[in-house]
C-alpha cells in the first residue's frame, strides 16, 4: 500500500478481485505466467481457456501501469 502526503498526490487506486489478488500474491519475479495459471487452475473453479485469456490480459495490465516489468 502506497502511502503519500496528500491525496492530490494519487493518481489512481486499483483494486483486486478474489483471483487477481491471489495472482498477484503468486508474482515473485520467479515463477513464471504458466506456473501461476497451473496455480490458478487448481485453487479456482474456472477453465484453462477463461484462465489464459484473464491472466494474460492482467499480466499486459499490469505491465501498462509499470506494476511489474
Same mark, same amino acid.
Given at each position: 500500500l502506497p502511502i503519500y502526503k496528500?491525496?492530490?498526490e494519487i493518481n489512481c487506486i486499483y483494486t483486486l478481485n478474489k483471483v487477481g489478488s491471489k495472482v498477484w500474491e503468486k508474482i515473485?519475479?520467479?515463477k513464471t505466467s504458466l506456473e501461476i495459471?497451473?496455480?490458478v !487452475? %487448481? *485453487?479456482?473453479?474456472t477453465?484453462?481457456?477463461?484462465v489464459d485469456k484473464e491472466l494474460?490480459?492482467?499480466l499486459?495490465? !499490469? %505491465? *501498462?501501469?509499470k506494476?511489474?516489468?
Open positions: 496528500t491525496s492530490d515473485d519475479g520467479k495459471r497451473k496455480e !487452475l %487448481k *485453487e479456482f473453479d477453465t484453462l481457456e477463461e494474460q490480459n492482467f499486459k495490465d !499490469l %505491465k *501498462e501501469i506494476a511489474i516489468v
